[in-house]
C-alpha cells in the first residue's frame, strides 16, 4: 500500500471528485458512512457517543458521522467551537443537517467541563485532520489535553487531532490520544514513527472507493508491507524440487556463553525453508548445535570464539548473532570482508565491529542486507534527532553504500538504495526481547538462499518474522511469549499464505 503525503491525499479526493462524478459532500457522506459503519460494529456495547467537531473538513466528518450513528438508535451528542462559527462549506452544509434532527444536543466546548463522561461513554475526535500544520491554539490546546485526561475509549477520524499526517509534531503541543483511529483510505506516515504513532492507538484504514487510477500513477517513494504485497513477493514450494532447489545457508554466530544466538539464528534458517543449513560456531558450542539443530551441519570456526569465516562461496551467509568482539574475531571477519563480494546479511556484532572504524562501512558488499536496531544505527552512521531524521541518514546511506537497511523498530523500516521505504505493520512488544534479532538473521539468509532477491527477501523476511510473533503472543501474551516461540509459529503463517494461494487458483 503506498503512503501519500498530505498534499497527494488532497489531491487524490480531488481528482475523485471530477473524474468519478461524485460532489465533494457525497464523498464526506460515504467516508463517514465507512466510520458509522465500524463504529456501530465494533463499539456496541457503548451507550452514548460525543463527538468533538471542528470547523473545517474533518469537523463536517463529525457531524456526518453523528447524524449517522443517531440513525442507528445510538444517543449522540456533539460539541462545537460555536454553534453559528463560520464552517467549511462541506461542514457547513452537515452541521445543517444535523440541526435538523432531533434528539441531538449541540453543545459548546467551554461546557465541556459540566458533561457527565462515564465508562459506557465514547469520545469521538473530529476537531483536525490531514490539512493540519500549525500549533493548536489555547482553545483546541486546552480541549484536548482535558479530553485526554478523562478515562474513556476514545477514536479519532482519520488523523489524531494536534498530530501531523507527514512529520512529528512540536514537543509541546497536545495532541489528542486515541485508542482507535479511523484513517481515510490511506495510512499517514507520523502513524508509523514511535514520537508520533504512540497517539494512534490501533489504527484501522477504511476504503472509501478514491480513484484507483490516481492511486495507481501517484508516485511515492514510501509504502506499508500488506497482504496484497506479500502475494506479489511469495514463492510457494515447488512440488518437484529438492533440497538443492533450495539453496545453502551459513550461520556465522555464537562464541562461549553467547552459543543460544547461533541455536536461534539456524533454527530460523531451518524452520523458514532453506534446503541446506551449516552453523559455523566455535568448538565450544558443538554439542549445543548438534543436539538443538541436529538437521544443520557444524563447522567448526574456532576454539571459544570464531577467528576462521572460510565460508563456501556458494553459501548465502548471515554473519553476527553473538559472535563478540574480540580482537581476532574482529580481525578474520575485516579480513573475510576484504574478499567477499557475495551479498551478505549482517546483525549485532558484525555491524559492532563495522562500527569501530568508518572505514569499514567501505567493506559492506553491494546489495547486503544490514539490521541495526536504533543504538547499532547510531554507532554506525551517526547520531539523529528522531525517528524521521534517522530515516533520512538511512535513505542516504543506503545510496551511498548500495545497501538494504532494515531498520528494527516498533514498525520495522526497510530501506532500499533506490531509496524506497517499505514500512511494516506486523509484530508487537513481545519483540522487544533479546534474540528476536537473532532469528530474524536466520529468516533473511534462509529467503535469500531460496531465491529471493535481496528486497523481496528484506520484504518478506521482517513481515513474516513479525507475523510468527502476533501468532505467538495471541497464545502466549507479548509478556511471556519467548524468541522461540516464534520460530515455532512459522509453519502456521507459511500455512495462511499458502492456503489464501490456493483459494485464488
Request: aromatic share 10%; glycine share 8%.
Amino acid at each position: 500500500m503506498k503512503i501519500f503525503t498530505k498534499e497527494q491525499i488532497r489531491e487524490c479526493d480531488q481528482f475523485t471528485i471530477l473524474n468519478d462524478h461524485i460532489s465533494s459532500i457525497k464523498l464526506m457522506e460515504r467516508a463517514a458512512q465507512s466510520c458509522a459503519h465500524w463504529i456501530s460494529e465494533h463499539c456496541k456495547s457503548h451507550k452514548k457517543f460525543v463527538i468533538f467537531c471542528g470547523n473545517g473538513n474533518n469537523g463536517g466528518d463529525g457531524f456526518a458521522i453523528a447524524r449517522l450513528l443517531h440513525t442507528e438508535g445510538f444517543d449522540v451528542d456533539v460539541f462545537v467551537s460555536n454553534p453559528k462559527s463560520k464552517f467549511s462549506d462541506d461542514a457547513q452544509v452537515n452541521f445543517e443537517r444535523l440541526e435538523g434532527v432531533s434528539g441531538i444536543s449541540v453543545k459548546k466546548f467551554d461546557e465541556v467541563d459540566q458533561y457527565s463522561f462515564d465508562h459506557e461513554t465514547l469520545i469521538i475526535d473530529a476537531l483536525f485532520g490531514t490539512g493540519l500544520s500549525r500549533v493548536l491554539d489555547s482553545e483546541f490546546k486546552d480541549l484536548i489535553d482535558y479530553l485526554n485526561t478523562i478515562n474513556t475509549v476514545k477514536i479519532s477520524i482519520d488523523v489524531p487531532s494536534g498530530l501531523f499526517a507527514d512529520g512529528i509534531s512540536d514537543d509541546n503541543s497536545s495532541v489528542f490520544k486515541a485508542d482507535y483511529t479511523l484513517s481515510f483510505q490511506f495510512w499517514k506516515k507520523s502513524f508509523l514513527h514511535p514520537e508520533s504513532g504512540k497517539f494512534t492507538g490501533k489504527v484501522e484504514v477504511l476504503n472509501i472507493d478514491l480513484n484507483k487510477d490516481y492511486i495507481t500513477t501517484a508516485e511515492t517513494s514510501d509504502f506499508v508491507i500488506d497482504d496484497d504485497l506479500i502475494k506479489g513477493v511469495f514463492k510457494p514450494r515447488l512440488e518437484f524440487s529438492h533440497k538443492g532447489t533450495y539453496g545453502k545457508v551459513t550461520i556465522v554466530a555464537g562464541s562461549y556463553g553467547k552459543m543460544g544466538a547461533a541455536v536461534l539464528s539456524t533454527t530460523a534458517a531451518l524452520k523458514t525453508g532453506a534446503g541446506l543449513t551449516f552453523s559455523l560456531a566455535p568448538d565450544c558450542g558443538y554439542n549445543i548445535l548438534q543436539t538443538s539443530c541436529p538437521e544443520a551441519m557444524f563447522i567448526k570456526g574456532g576454539d571459544q570464539y570464531i577467528d576462521n569465516f572460510e565460508i563456501d562461496e556458494n553459501s548465502f551467509c548471515g554473519i553476527g548473532p553473538g559472535i563478540g568482539t574480540g580482537e581476532e574475531t574482529q580481525k578474520s571477519f575485516l579480513q573475510f570482508l576484504k574478499e567477499h563480494s557475495k551479498p551478505l546479511v549482517l546483525d549485532a556484532d558484525a555491524l559492532n565491529i563495522i562500527s569501530e572504524n568508518k572505514k569499514n562501512l567501505k567493506l559492506i558488499p553491494q546489495n547486503t542486507i544490514i539490521t541495526p536496531h536504533p543504538k547499532e544505527f547510531e554507532r554506525l552512521f551517526g547520531a539523529t534527532e528522531n525517528s524521521f531524521e534517522r530515516l533520512e541518514l538511512a535513505r542516504k546511506k543506503a545510496n551511498e553504500f548500495h545497501i538494504y537497511i532494515v531498520l528494527k523498530d516498533h514498525n520495522a523500516q526497510i530501506i532500499t538504495p533506490e531509496g524506497n521505504v517499505y514500512y511494516n505493520i506486523t509484530g508487537n512488544a513481545g519483540l522487544a526481547k533479546g534474540g528476536s534479532g537473532d532469528v530474524l538473521t536466520g529468516v533473511l539468509t534462509s529467503l535469500l538462499a531460496q531465491g529471493y532477491s535481496e528486497e523481496e527477501a528484506a520484504i518478506f523476511g521482517v513481515w513474516l518474522h513479525g507475523k510468527a510473533a502476533d501468532y505467538a503472543a495471541e497464545k502466549y501474551s507479548k509478556e511471556s511469549m519467548l524468541p522461540t516461540d516464534l520460530i515455532n509459529e512459522f509453519g502456521n503463517v507459511f500455512e495462511r499464505i499458502n492456503k489464501k494461494i490456493a483459494r485464488k487458483l
